[in-house]
């Protein structure tokens, strides 16, 4: 795994464990459930639905914004 999946993967469980809104919290169990559904990994949706953002838009809106809180120089939006 590179640096960037690394930091990718620990960004999205400080989102889900600091997140308090329960409609975010609902999206991602729903995200979570699609993604075992799919047979694909919870992270692999999960950055497949922040490249989309047609899906779940307040769940990515959140996230894009936390992300530009805590992001590493990294990654971009």
Do not use: W
Request: glycine share 2%; aromatic share 10%.
């Amino acid at each position: 795994m590179v640096q960037l999946e690394e930091d990718f993967i620990k960004l999205v469980d400080s989102f889900v464990v600091e997140t308090k809104d329960p409609k975010i919290l609902a999206e991602i169990s729903q995200l979570d459930e699609e993604s075992r559904l799919l047979g694909i990994s919870f992270y692999d949706m999960y950055c497949v639905i922040v490249q989309d953002g047609t899906k779940h838009k307040s769940l990515v809106s959140e996230f894009k914004t936390y992300m530009n809180l805590k992001k590493p120089a990294t990654f971009a939006v």
